[in-house]
């Protein structure tokens, strides 16, 4: 009989429920046995969906007595690295969706628990497991487009923030829960670390925000010089209302890649009075779901064979320094050096 990775999801929340409902379905090797969530009747309800027996209000309790092997964190981002660390503590290997924490120092709590219990810790960059992305990145790197001299990737979400992130304190802002993807994928594609970021943000759709959150913005750009002299652009946008836009450009010398398309197919209709029009993707869950499936599968796989993530606790810290520094630069308009 093939050994399963008993899995415990903590945050019930859209994307802990993407990778638990893959975890029950698409993956093979898997078992989810709990869920965990601070609201109590939403926890018993994702158990109900999952087909989960047991349920915890309390991730401690989860962690200590499911008899999971494995988690799943999905909560806001602020409490990441405390559920991290207990978990390795307890011995349980960790899937922890972006951003990895809040500042580099708990990345570097994290990473460091993880290391000295000997568990996995996987950051969910899906992006790394898209065949597109990892496509581009592979045509850009063979030298087809010449030397890469510049890197633009951006990310638009059609909804407006949850009210938690509009704190800045609480969440990094745009540039965290939007622009994480962009950031990882930026230094992926380059194979460079940031040397210097500026970064230009502001609140134009939220107006419902501006007096008690005053330093929160909704769009966002984010220029980057990295170390071995590639140019990189970032640009977020939350609440653009048209759909969900994720896509990245890479110039060469020579030529240059795309990936990415708003278009949710290639089918264009053409009336008299409608004019022009194609479906667009309306959520990030329908134009990642492969990824999320093959990234969810690869987490189980690493902890079978011991292997190590694509995505790792280095590269969710270095997206968090990314993140810090284009806040600060953002409230001091001064370029900051990483």
């Known amino acids: 009989m093939e050994k399963k990775v008993r899995l415990c999801l903590i ?65 806001p981002t602020k409490f990441h690295c405390d559920i991290a660390v207990y978990a390795a503590q307890q011995g349980l290997h960790i899937f922890c969706e972006k951003p990895m924490a809040m500042s580099v120092s708990e990345c570097e709590r994290m990473i460091e628990a993880a290391k000295k219990s000997g568990v996995v810790l996987q950051i969910g960059f899906m992006r790394r497991y898209c065949e597109d992305f990892a496509r581009a990145r592979e045509i850009a790197l063979s030298g087809q487009i010449g030397d890469i001299v510049m890197i633009k990737s951006l990310t638009r979400g059609p909804s407006t923030p949850h009210e938690w992130m509009y704190d800045i304190r609480k969440s990094n802002g745009p540039l965290a829960e939007v622009n994480s993807h962009d950031l990882d994928t930026l230094r992926w594609f380059s194979g460079s670390e940031p040397e210097t970021v500026y970064a230009l943000g502001g609140n134009y759709r939220c107006g419902d925000a501006r007096e008690k959150y005053p330093d929160f913005y909704d769009t966002v750009i984010l220029n980057i010089r990295m170390k071995n002299g590639i140019i990189g652009c970032i640009e977020g946008a939350q609440g653009v209302g048209y759909g969900y836009d994720a896509r990245a450009e890479i110039l060469g010398t020579k030529g240059m890649v795309t990936v990415g398309d708003l278009r949710k197919n290639s089918v264009v209709s053409y009336t008299r009075d409608g004019g022009r029009k194609g479906d667009v993707v309306e959520s990030w869950r329908n134009l990642f779901e492969r990824a999320y499936q093959e990234e969810d599968q690869a987490f189980v796989r690493c902890i079978l064979e011991h292997g190590k993530p694509l995505a790792g606790g280095e590269d969710g810290l270095k997206a968090v320094a990314m993140v810090n520094a284009g806040n600060e630069s953002i409230t001091t308009g001064k370029i900051i050096t990483m």
């Open 11 to 75: 945050g019930t929340g859209r994307a802990g429920m993407i990778h638990a409902g893959n975890f029950c379905t698409n993956v093979k090797n898997a078992e989810m046995t709990a869920v965990s969530d601070v609201d109590a009747e939403r926890a018993q309800e994702a158990a109900r969906q999952l087909g989960v027996s047991k349920w915890y209000a309390d991730y401690r309790e989860a962690i200590r007595e499911s008899g999971a092997e494995a988690v799943i964190i999905a909560t």
